[in-house]
């Protein structure tokens, strides 16, 4: 018998657990603010928009959608942004991205993206200002510390924002790229770790234990990670065997990012993602290639989002002209 929806939802967030203790370890309390503010709100925007449009309420509130969906947002916003980025892009992703397209299975994008991009071109200052690792700052945040940053801007005395925020990996290697310095040089800053970011690829391998455990759990179908995840991986191959000194190695950008939680967690929502099999492995294998794409030569560093919007775009067109085969019934010529 296939699951309900809400105990989709919980194992999906329970696969979520090993990336989310990593990020906590080496980030600190933020993101868990962050995410408790956005299932909050979400849920609040939920039960509004459903007596709007004079719904019941508990069977929608308590199917898990919402929540998941806030603590997507919740992972992909800098642990220390102010308390009313992740109001404002859960409450869009909630009311805009789902709720205005009829509510679960009938939202053409995913939510927690739609929410995401809204707050990346909307607010680039406050959503590219990343805490530093804890174990490269000299400076740590108590959990009351990190409640009074969020909330009211306030640093403890003497401590400027500067001084406990960084570019991300992605970011200082498209900076220091676009200044002819080699891969070499670029890598021995101490924000870089084995094969990514410091700490980053800690937290990236929670994720990949977490959604190989989805597959275990066949929650989700091996499709489209697998085809995201080679897309990507065969894009970087391609230009790092062609100049090594100038484009990053596939691992660096497999354990870099939001690169095994958009495969796993966010490419792998089920209402966005084409129906049949070859569709979805198209689906994932051109993520892929638009994720490498951005990131060598676009305007953002990271392109997970951006890569997942536009291929929820080209959804009904795979659909339309690749279709699951009827059972029964030869293959269509």
């Not at 909330?151 to 990996?169: E, K, S, V, W, Y």
Request: some cysteine.
């Amino acid at each position: 018998m296939p699951a309900s929806v809400s105990t989709v939802m919980l194992r999906v967030v329970y696969a979520l657990i090993p990336g989310l203790a990593a990020y906590i370890w080496f980030f600190g309390w933020g993101v868990l603010i962050n995410i408790a503010l956005a299932v909050v709100v979400a849920l609040g925007c939920e039960a509004a928009m459903l007596k709007v449009r004079d719904k019941p309420l508990q069977p929608f509130l308590t199917d898990g959608s919402a929540a998941l969906t806030a603590v997507l947002l919740g992972i992909s916003i800098p642990p220390l942004s102010p308390w009313w980025i992740t109001l404002i892009g859960t409450a869009f992703a909630i009311i805009v991205a789902k709720q205005l397209y009829g509510g679960l299975g009938y939202n053409t994008f995913n939510p927690a993206m739609v929410g995401y991009v809204m707050l990346l071109i909307s607010f680039p200052v406050e959503m590219t200002s990343w805490q530093t690792p804890l174990m490269l700052s000299q400076h740590s945040l108590s959990f009351f510390d990190t409640l009074r940053v969020i909330f009211t801007g306030a640093l403890p005395d003497g401590l400027r924002m500067d001084a406990i925020t960084t570019a991300t990996t992605l970011d200082t290697l498209k900076t220091q790229l676009k200044i002819d310095r080699s891969m070499a040089e670029i890598t021995s800053a101490p924000i870089f770790g084995y094969v990514g970011g410091k700490s980053v690829e800690w937290i990236s391998a929670g994720f990949l234990l977490g959604g190989l455990w989805l597959l275990y759990k066949r929650i989700i179908n091996w499709h489209i990670p697998a085809a995201m995840i080679g897309g990507l991986l065969g894009m970087a191959l391609i230009f790092f065997l062609i100049d090594a000194e100038r484009y990053a190695s596939p691992l660096f950008h497999l354990f870099s990012g939001a690169t095994l939680l958009g495969a796993f967690f966010i490419a792998t929502d089920p209402v966005t993602a084409p129906a049949s099999v070859r569709g979805r492995l198209l689906y994932g294998a051109l993520i892929g290639v638009l994720v490498y794409i951005i990131r060598a030569w676009g305007g953002y560093p990271d392109a997970v989002a951006f890569a997942v919007l536009l291929m929820n775009l080209a959804t009904p067109t795979i659909d339309y002209h690749i279709h699951s085969r009827v059972f029964g019934h030869g293959r269509k010529k």
